[in-house]
T-cell receptor
Framework: GAVVSQHPSWVICKSGTSVKIECRSL??????MFWYRQFPKQSLMLMAT?????????EQGVEKDKFLINHASLTLSTLTVTSAHPEDSSFYIC???????????FGEGSRLTVL | TQLLEQSPQFLSIQEGENLTVYCNSS?????LQWYRQEPGEGPVLLVT?????EVKKLKRLTFQFGDARKDSSLHITAAQPGDTGLYLC????????????FGPGTRLSVLP
């Protein structure tokens, strides 16, 4: 199957700093990527849809100035958590949609801990 | 809003038992995917079903898409400890690159 890679796998930062998470589709081009947040023992919550070359579409309740998404190429989308606070601590997961099949492939996830 | 429900939410069984997990909605989906997720990792795609009534088998796992494309089931035969994980169903809301709606998941624990 297609491979999607996230980096970093885990990150610990101080409150007030910004953290960037990368999502790459390694063997296919993804015009659309998705960012999710997952709390312990819960399902995935879609945060935003990232389209290459255009602004991301955010789900209701997700602050676009807090969670900056950039999709500069067909293989890379980034999520930047700005001025992170402890309540932003979570497991962030990206997925990429394979253009010809519409199937979703997920990254390994990135665990953010804000102290 | 299209919502997906999964049942049961939690399931703990002994190795060798059979089980069925259900995914239900009042909405029609263009496709439905099943994923398994282990702690600290991203979901891994198990199967995609797109045709009403479709049945797919993956070793000991059998997936079925309802005739009306509103529901699906996952049946595991002779469960193994390696089957332990969070099983998520996701309904596709469109064609090609459209985002999916995820169910709340079924957490399965298979005891040796």
């Amino acid at each position: 199957g297609a491979v999607v890679s996230q980096h970093p796998s885990w990150v610990i930062c101080k409150s007030g700093t910004s953290v960037k998470i990368e999502c790459r589709s390694l063997d296919f081009q993804a015009t659309t990527m998705f960012w999710y947040r997952q709390f312990p023992k819960q399902s995935l919550m879609l945060m935003a849809t990232s389209n290459e070359g255009s602004k991301a579409t955010y789900e209701q309740g997700v602050e676009k100035d807090k969670f900056l998404i950039n999709h500069a190429s067909l293989t890379l989308s980034t999520l930047t958590v700005t001025s992170a606070h402890p309540e932003d601590s979570s497991f962030y997961i990206c997925s990429a949609s394979q253009a010809n099949t519409g199937e979703l492939f997920f990254g390994e996830g990135s665990r953010l801990t804000v102290l | 809003t299209q919502l997906l429900e999964q049942s049961p939410q939690f399931l703990s069984i002994q190795e060798g038992e059979n089980l069925t997990v259900y995914c239900n909605s009042s909405s029609v989906f263009s496709s439905l995917q099943w994923y398994r997720q282990e702690p600290g990792e991203g979901p891994v795609l198990l199967v995609t079903v797109v045709t009403g009534g479709e049945v797919k088998k993956l070793k000991r796992l059998t997936f079925q898409f309802g005739d009306a494309r509103k529901d699906s089931s996952l049946h595991i035969t002779a469960a193994q400890p390696g089957d332990t994980g969070l099983y998520l169903c996701a309904g596709g809301r469109g064609n090609y690159g459209q985002n999916f709606v995820f169910g709340p998941g079924t957490r399965l624990s298979v005891l040796p």
